[in-house]
């Protein structure tokens, strides 16, 4: 018999973590959200400092009671939503059905103990070392996930009627469209506030002894006993004026500059450069790409005797810096490419002694562009 509950939001996370933690756990999922504000109403007292209210979403009752009669039976429940704010309300609101409290209270009601947990991978390692330091549900998260819902609720039912009306019915505003749209309005005004003007450039195409020629650009002109200005060409007349002044002079290399650039390797993924990525490489939609990586993610069983693997590639993280672990394993794996590159090489330099005597193919070289190609493709998909 468990002795512990644990409830997380998926049911494929829920199958995965309870092969890692084994028979004294049991697993459960609560399906996101068990509460949330109701869709009839405005749900928000804004006299009495915004205070919302919370109903039980429709269809959730079955699931709550099933959860309440799983922890009678138990004397510990995990809640292990995902680690943001979405995932502490849920936490929160599961506290308050299982008889936990709503966290602000000093007195506790009698019953199991209940425990915030959070992993960032679904790996047999991630998981156990979460279980081993469990918390408390953070009340500052939890508030700051009502404060957006809140602001959602008192923008978009307001402003939803007017879509409905002027545009199309079914169409919801809220906090983030109704900003863009006000940063889109105000950009437009600058554009047509715009007065155009005319400006000319002149470039030359300069060449020496030696290749290859390169374009300069007239930058700053100097009058004589004056300082260097950059010159205004407002018409044509006047471009070609200077076009004559200094057609036929003799130009002199002033200074050379060479710089050192140093390139940094692509940051990982946050959730919007992984949808703008897989939108323009793959054409993929918002809700297909947040899916497969929720698969990912999850975990996807190989076969039925082997473990469910979650790919190492999409790891959710709360920062833009792969772990410690991740690293040195990438150190590891990299060291080891470099290994089979160079007995690669040496055996391809003994080879290539003993065919020396062999005549070549005449016409271009095709495996030369073939090699350079792919190193391209390789470089742009690292």
Known sequence: MAK???????????KTINKYLGKNYLVKASLGHIKDLPKKDLAVDVEH?????????????????????????????????????????ICFHLQEELGGGNGKDKKKKAGPEIFRVMFNEITSRGIKKAFEKPGQVNIHLVEAQ???????????????????????????????????????????????AFEKREYWTIDVNLGAKKPPNFDARLFKRAAAGAEAETPEIATQQAAEALVNAVSGAEYVV?????????????????????????????????????????????GIELAKKAP????????????????????????????????????????????????????RPSGPRRCCALRKRSSATYQTTS
Not at 4 to 14: D, G, N, Y
């Open 4 to 14: 512990a509950l644990v409830i997380v939001e998926s049911p494929a996370k829920a």
């Open 49 to 89: 400092g915004f205070e919302p209210r919370y109903e039980v979403i429709e269809g959730k009752k079955k699931l709550i009671h099933e959860l309440k009669e799983a922890a009678k039976k138990v004397e510990q429940i995990y809640l292990a939503a995902d680690p943001d704010r979405e995932g502490e309300a």
């Open 254 to 298: 002033k200074s050379v500059v060479t710089r050192e650039k140093r390139r940094n390797p692509v940051a990982p993924f946050i959730t919007s450069t992984l949808q703008q990525e897989a939108a323009r490489k793959l054409r993929f939609s918002v809700k297909r790409t947040m899916m497969l990586a929720q698969r990912l993610y999850e």
């Open 308 to 359: 469910s693997a979650s790919s190492p590639t999409c790891v959710r993280i709360r920062r833009a810096s792969p772990a410690k672990r991740s690293r040195k394993c990438a150190g590891s794996s990299a060291k080891g490419t470099e290994r089979r590159i160079c007995r690669r090489r040496r055996t391809s330099t003994s080879r290539r002694k003993k065919r020396r005597t062999r005549t």
């Open 146 to 192: 009502q404060a957006r819902r809140v602001l959602d609720r008192l923008v978009g039912y307001k402003i939803s009627p007017l879509l409905w009306d002027k545009v199309r019915r079914g169409l919801s505003a809220g906090r983030v469209q109704t900003v863009a749209l006000r940063l889109i309005v105000e950009r437009e005004r600058e554009i047509r």
